[in-house]
């Protein structure tokens, strides 16, 4: 069981693992445990796999949802089994609130707009070659899914160390190429507007969560400084 990070931050590590799959497994097993609640009486836990297939299934969607289920509770800690027969298993969130909030905080990440060109109208070579290769970058650079990250980096009350450790590689290997891309296409705005504000969400976010590594490493280090005073004074 993962036990590292607060149950807000777990979630928000397994949504960025396993994407919109996690989402809907999550939201079917949050509405379920809505629903019991709503109805009151006895219950075995906030929901059971049943009640997950059925919610899925009311959305079309086929998925087998129980490996999921068992990562969240065995790799993630999010979910424990409260009762377990033969034919019926229920789990019960260990925060449900928690939970709620983290699945918020990523849908508010995950809402970001159409993607690039999806107008339906055929992209032909007949506009300037120079402005097609800049729109070839930008989709290299998968910018709504580093904005996704970026803002479930964002949501984080605390980054762990793996966090930082994503943010870093982000810096010294996809941004510089990102500011290279944003700056040449700064050249043509009229014709890529759209690409130049996505880029410049992007940075901007991710100079947020630089600003906010900042603060966290100097509080850390005054600490450290207080208590090595502490110290010298004993």
């Known amino acids: 069981m993962a036990t590292v990070g607060g149950v807000r931050d777990r979630v928000l590590e397994f949504l960025a693992k396993y994407e919109e799959r996690g989402l809907l497994v999550l939201k079917a097993a949050i509405a379920?445990?809505?629903?019991?609640?709503?109805?009151?009486?006895?219950?075995?836990?906030?929901?059971?796999?049943?009640?997950?297939?059925?919610?899925?299934?009311?959305?079309?969607?086929?998925?087998?949802?129980?490996?999921?289920?068992?990562?969240?509770?065995?790799?993630?800690g999010v979910i424990e089994t409260s009762y377990r027969s033969g034919n019926q298993h229920w789990w019960k969130f260990v925060d449900f609130d928690a939970v709620v909030e983290a699945v918020e905080a990523y849908e508010k990440g995950d809402d970001i707009g159409d993607s690039v060109g999806e107008s339906g109208e055929e992209i032909g070579l007949e506009g300037d070659p120079r402005v097609e290769l800049l729109r070839i970058q930008v989709a290299a650079l998968r910018p709504r899914k580093l904005l996704k990250t970026l803002k479930l980096l964002a949501a984080k009350k605390r980054l762990t160390s793996r966090d930082v450790k994503l943010f870093e590689d982000l810096a010294f290997n996809v941004l510089p190429k990102l500011v290279r891309v944003l700056e040449e296409a700064r050249e043509y705005e009229d014709e890529l507007a759209e690409e130049i504000a996505l880029l410049e969400k992007v940075l901007g976010l991710a100079v947020k969560i630089a600003r906010k590594m900042l603060v966290e490493e100097k509080v850390e280090a005054e600490a450290v400084e207080a208590l090595e005073a502490i110290a010298r004074n004993l």
């Open 32 to 76: 379920a445990a809505v629903a019991r609640r709503r109805e009151g009486g006895a219950k075995l836990g906030d929901f059971s796999y049943r009640d997950v297939v059925a919610r899925l299934r009311a959305q079309g969607i086929s998925y087998n949802p129980s490996m999921l289920l068992r990562i969240l509770e065995r790799d993630y």
